[in-house]
């Protein structure tokens, strides 16, 4: 079907704010339209000239073209893009109350209420980018974002794939989200958002995730192989059960979305109106 004809954007079309924060690649912006009806959205700013140098034009346009078509409450909003001759700016929703791992850093952890909430949302989320074969690849804690009423949005589609994928992840920042299948560098599926989420749940109760292991990368290796998981005894019952039913190594017998959001963890804290 053809699309909504999305106009052409400029950088002069919007007063640039504040900025929002710095990723590898850019800065990010908080801008508004200068005509009326003032949106309000977050500019992320990439220069040309670093997506080549590290080869990712590839992943950039594959970004593109996948969360454009992305419509969830818990997924961020890429509304589209456009470039002058030395940067790509993506128009993105803007999250009203930034970085989740910003919180994270601050608090050391969540409640287990808090956690729960968090988990229930990025569940809703992969539902529905598994349903549109999007498997995301790289959730962590640095790629969500809150909105306006604390609700989780998922951000940085940069990693994200059509299923089934099996292209090398070039293991660039941390490896503690990596599932078994994906450091032996075997074909993986959508299944390996279901391990992240269970490696998250853990983050998010523990203030650290599982497999850490400060001596270096190929000890996090060998402790994700192994799933040498230890969950503190702080960690409720309920929690430890659905953490080991995520992390389980064969990616078939991890436990799917919608069992996760009927697991007693998940059901106990959600809120009454749902
Ligand atoms: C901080 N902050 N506070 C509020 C707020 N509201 C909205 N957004 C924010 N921040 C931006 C969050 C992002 C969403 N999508 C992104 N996408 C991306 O950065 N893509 C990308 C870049 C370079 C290289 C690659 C590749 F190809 F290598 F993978 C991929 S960044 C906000």
Same mark, same amino acid.
């Given at each position: 079907a053809v699309g909504r004809p999305t106009r052409e954007w400029h950088?002069?079309?919007?007063?640039?704010?504040?900025?929002?924060?710095?990723?590898?690649?850019?800065?990010?912006?908080?801008?508004?339209?200068?005509?009326e009806p003032h949106y309000i959205l977050a500019l992320k700013c990439l220069y040309k000239s670093e997506i080549v140098q590290s080869r990712v034009e590839k992943q950039i346009r594959r970004e593109i073209e996948i969360q454009q078509n992305l419509r969830h409450p818990h997924v961020l909003r890429?509304?589209?893009?456009f470039h002058d001759e030395k940067r790509i700016f993506l128009m993105l929703e803007f999250a009203g109350k930034g970085e989740l791992y910003k919180q994270l850093t601050k608090y050391g952890c969540f409640t287990e209420k808090r956690s729960s909430r968090y988990i229930d949302q990025?569940?809703?989320?992969?539902?529905?980018?598994?349903?549109?074969?999007?498997? @995301?690849?790289?959730?962590?804690?640095?790629?969500? $974002?809150?909105?306006?009423?604390? +609700?989780?949005?998922? &951000?940085?589609?940069?990693w994200s794939v059509h299923a089934p994928g099996n292209r090398r992840k070039t293991l660039c920042g941390t490896l503690d989200y990596l599932p078994p299948e994906m450091v032996e560098?075997?074909? @993986?599926?959508?299944?390996v958002d279901?391990?992240? $989420?269970?490696?998250?749940?853990? +983050?998010?109760?523990? &203030?650290?995730?599982p497999f850490e292991d400060l001596s270096g990368h190929n000890a996090t290796y060998r402790r994700i192989q192994r799933v040498d998981l230890k969950i503190p005894s702080k960690v409720s019952a309920e929690a430890r059960d659905l953490i080991i039913k995520l992390l389980q190594y064969d990616p078939d017998k991890r436990i799917p979305l919608s069992e996760v959001r009927k697991h007693p963890w998940i059901v106990k804290y959600r809120s009454k109106g749902h």
């Open positions: 950088l002069t079309d919007f007063d640039i704010g504040r900025p929002l924060g710095k990723g590898k690649f850019g800065r990010v912006y908080m801008v508004r339209t200068k005509t890429l509304y589209g893009y990025m569940a809703d989320a992969l539902m529905y980018l598994h349903a549109k074969h999007v498997i @995301h690849r790289d959730i962590k804690p640095e790629n969500l $974002l809150l909105g306006i009423n604390g +609700e989780l949005k998922i &951000g940085d589609f940069g560098g075997r074909e @993986h599926s959508e299944k279901y391990w992240a $989420l269970g490696v998250l749940t853990y +983050e998010f109760i523990c &203030g650290n995730p």
